[in-house]
């Protein structure tokens, strides 16, 4: 049987050593623009897990795989790292309340790390760390059916499961196969697990020889958003926690689905002791009514958000005086405001230029640079509003801060901002007269109709989509796809400000990074002067970014 004491060790053991290769899975990413790297997130995420499991001992394998979703979680990095964090969130799930692990409960552990790994991305796709752990988990109730009752045993096939669908990844994915290289995320999985296995098998726990990976330490400034699909006309925001009753077997999908009907904004985060409900509806009590069906209600909530938001004023800037001690803990900030805003940002132009626009908190992070779901949450408890909006401004980050959202004391929503130019645009559409799901809306909407271009250099030789590139080469990014390669700064500017240019924009900003001077972007805005219309604004800002040259918006 496995034992909570081996269970710890194996995860520190598996943290150990994709930080010990964190460097090899980083170079399978194709995609040569500067990134996360998958390698370095899964790392840090694993990495917070290993350093909460050092301060325990003497815990059941129930307690010990707790503590390592919660801490994953909380330190969950890129998509990489957020996929991780549920895979072993759902394996916790199903190790929960157990003294040892057999054969059959690591079976049903890895099954439940695939079904919550599954259910939080919205398109699976396969060829990635999802298809990688969902074989895993095939093959140990392969052994177990075929008789096997060692835990070890079932772990190591499991494991075998894992690298043979890990090296099917590239005819699962074209352009793994273009690249010759298998998926990194799935990479990083199969590495961890050996890791593992390294303790379950031969009691051996690899020890760490890589340096520390740095991390970006989180900082308090100012910033804003928030996101929707549709209208919302409701009235009542309606909160409340479920005691699970343990005689009712009812799945908490079945309270999400009844809840979309009767309203929208709807949150149901679940464990095995409670439910946690946010629904915005004209039908309080039908909710409280649903809720009961799972349990016993307590920390009800209801408020009129009209006639909150006919009071509501436009939110001053918020000066953080919350100390934090060495360890990170901190006070909640009380919900004074209706509203808050928190937004991803590097480069001290940026963190001005969203202070400016009425931002909370700016969260130091972007590409390269992925916060940790702790890093967000933490400047969303420190924004003294009942509801928080969060940009996060990369898409390797919205996956991270929508983890936060069931962690928060308050409402969170999460916008869909890409860009740094989409979570800009997003917060010039924000309305404090105008209620939270109305801006939601208005402020996607905005995000959506900007055009993004971004210049760039070129992290590692590749061939990617049709282009032969070598390391160095300027790229020129359009809406987040590599449209050309350049060997010029400023030519490569322009050909990404000529692409995006329409018969109808109005207004072009043009954000120049750390690695250009002031007299760089001047000529710059001279040569696009000359090119552009009369009736197009020109806007040039100092973002002092890392990464990106030039971020160029198109409205």
């Known amino acids: 049987m496995i034992t909570g004491d081996m269970l710890r060790a194996a995860v520190i053991s598996g943290a150990n050593n994709i930080s010990n290769h964190r460097q090899a899975v980083d170079e399978l990413n194709v995609f040569p623009v500067p990134d996360g790297d998958t390698g370095t997130n899964m790392t840090l995420t694993i990495g917070n897990a290993a350093k909460e499991l050092s301060r325990v001992s003497g815990k059941t394998v129930g307690e010990v795989a707790g503590v390592t979703a919660n801490a994953l979680l909380r330190g969950a990095?890129?998509?990489?790292?957020?996929?991780?964090?549920?895979?072993?969130?759902?394996?916790?799930?199903?190790l929960k309340g157990l003294e040892t692990a057999g054969a059959?409960?690591?079976?049903?552990?890895?099954?439940?790390?695939?079904?919550?790994?599954?259910?939080?991305?919205?398109?699976?796709?396969?060829?990635?760390?999802?298809?990688v752990s969902k074989e895993a988990a095939k093959s140990a109730f392969k052994a177990v059916s075929d008789g096997?009752?060692?835990?070890?045993?079932?772990?190591?096939?499991?494991?075998?499961?894992?690298?043979?669908?890990?090296?099917?990844?590239?005819?699962?994915?074209?352009?793994?196969?273009?690249?010759?290289?298998?998926?990194?995320g799935g990479q990083g999985l199969v590495i961890i697990f050996e890791g593992m296995l390294s303790v379950l098998k031969d009691g051996v726990q690899i020890q760490s020889d890589a340096a520390p990976v740095p991390q970006a330490q989180p900082k308090t400034e100012l910033s804003a958003a928030a996101a929707a699909d549709e209208e919302i006309t409701f009235t009542y925001c309606t909160e409340f926690i479920v005691q699970r009753d343990p005689t009712i077997d009812r799945d908490p999908l079945l309270l999400r689905s009844y809840l979309e009907t009767i309203g929208d904004c709807v949150v149901v985060v679940d464990d095995d002791e409670i439910i946690k409900v946010h629904v915005h509806t004209d039908n309080p009590g039908n909710a409280l009514q649903e809720g009961l069906k799972f349990g016993m209600l307590t920390n009800m909530?209801?408020?009129?958000?009209?006639?909150?938001?006919?009071?509501?004023?436009?939110?001053?800037?918020?000066?953080?005086?919350?100390?934090?001690?060495?360890?990170?803990?901190?006070?909640?900030?009380?919900?004074?405001?209706?509203?808050g805003f928190v937004a991803v940002a590097a480069g001290e132009g940026l963190k001005t230029l969203f202070s400016d626009l009425g931002v909370d908190h700016t969260v130091s992070g972007g590409q390269t640079m992925n916060p940790s779901t702790d890093d967000i949450l933490r400047a969303v408890e420190l924004t003294p509003a009942k509801t928080v909006f969060v940009l996060p401004n990369?898409?390797?980050?919205?996956?991270?801060?929508?983890?936060?959202?069931?962690?928060?004391?308050?409402?969170v929503i999460v916008l869909q901002t890409r860009t740094i130019p989409m979570g800009i645009s997003a917060m010039l559409s924000f309305d404090p007269e105008l209620d939270a799901e109305q801006n939601a809306i208005n402020m996607q909407s905005a995000a959506d109709k900007v055009s993004t271009g971004q210049?760039?250099?070129?992290?590692?030789?590749?061939?990617?989509?049709?282009?032969?590139?070598?390391?160095?080469?300027?790229?020129?990014?359009e809406n987040g796809k590599l449209s050309f390669v350049e060997h010029d700064v400023e030519k490569a500017a322009l050909r990404v400000l000529k692409n995006l240019c329409k018969k109808d924009s109005r207004f072009v900003t043009v954000i120049y990074g750390k690695d250009v001077t002031d007299e760089q972007a001047q000529k710059l805005q001279e040569t696009i002067s000359e090119k552009l219309p009369d009736e197009v604004e020109l806007t040039m800002i100092a973002g002092g970014q890392p990464v990106y040259y030039y971020i160029i918006s198109v409205e």
Do not use: C, W
Request: glycine share 8%.
């Open 148 to 184: 096997e009752t060692d835990p070890v045993a079932t772990f190591a096939r499991a494991l075998d499961g894992a690298k043979t669908a890990l090296e099917q990844t590239p005819e699962l994915l074209p352009v793994l196969k273009k690249a010759g290289v298998v998926d990194a």
């Open 394 to 411: 990369n898409k390797n980050i919205i996956m991270a801060a929508e983890q936060a959202v069931r962690l928060a004391t308050r409402n």
């Open 77 to 94: 990095r890129g998509n990489s790292g957020v996929i991780l964090s549920l895979i072993f969130r759902g394996m916790a799930k199903g």
């Open 301 to 339: 909530k209801i408020e009129n958000m009209r006639e909150q938001h006919e009071n509501a004023k436009k939110n001053a800037a918020v000066e953080n005086t919350v100390q934090q001690d060495e360890n990170g803990t901190y006070t909640p900030a009380q919900p004074e405001h209706p509203f």
């Open 104 to 131: 059959q409960e690591i079976a049903n552990a890895l099954d439940a790390g695939v079904k919550a790994a599954y259910k939080a991305v919205m398109k699976p796709t396969e060829g990635t760390i999802l298809t």
């Open 455 to 477: 210049i760039t250099f070129a992290a590692r030789d590749s061939d990617f989509d049709g282009h032969k590139i070598k390391e160095g080469e300027i790229l020129g990014l």
